[in-house]
């Protein structure tokens, strides 16, 4: 079993090069078989439970606009290789239209790639995100913990913007948190 799942979210993880992972209320290495009965989630906890879930919120928030810039830039890449293309129907034949042309089809070609790569990089860090807030929301179910989440976003300042986390929780100790994140954008 995975013990570091549940130990690094405990408040009484110890871990040392000469030992390994140890528990610190026990003195000895974690033996349990799905949920730990001692353990200690506090901290660590709420945490990365904020930074997942803000880790997300944030992805999805840029889904519009990476999604038009997409569009806008394949656009423009298929206007440069179909200009091309009728740029060398339409002119007198020469060596310096042809290799015109051919920058032109090249440059039309890099700005579709570029645009691919783009959403590529988005789907990806999204899927990854969404992978992680699952794997998350899979250890807090063991627990019997239930929370909800609520984001505020403030106005950017210097490329600065505050994040306003507030969580509700079931089934935990602490039943409301607000924490706040300054996030450079």
Not at 17 to 40: R, Y
Not at 80 to 93: A, D, K, S, W, Y
Not at 96 to 106: E, P, R, V
């Amino acid at each position: 079993m995975n013990y570091s799942k549940h130990c690094n979210l405990c408040e009484n993880e110890i871990t040392n090069l000469e030992n390994g992972l140890t528990c610190s209320l026990t003195s000895k290495k974690p033996e349990f078989k799905n949920i730990c009965p001692i353990i200690n989630l506090n901290n660590k906890f709420q945490e990365k439970l904020e930074r997942t879930n803000l880790k997300l919120e944030r992805i999805r928030k840029k889904k519009k606009s990476v999604h038009l810039s997409f569009y806008f830039i394949i656009i423009i890449g298929f206007f440069l290789i179909i200009g091309g293309i009728l740029f060398v129907r339409e002119t007198v034949f020469s060596i310096y239209t042809l290799y015109f042309s051919y920058g032109i089809i090249t440059t039309g070609v890099t700005f579709l790639a570029v645009g691919y790569n783009k959403l590529n990089k988005f789907r990806t860090e999204l899927y990854n995100s969404e992978y992680e807030k699952n794997e998350v929301d899979e250890f807090y179910e063991k627990y019997g913990i239930v929370y909800k989440t609520e984001f505020n976003f403030e106005e950017k300042i210097h490329g600065i913007q505050e994040v306003i986390v507030k969580m509700e929780f079931k089934n935990w100790k602490k039943k409301r948190t607000k924490t706040t994140y300054k996030i450079n954008c």
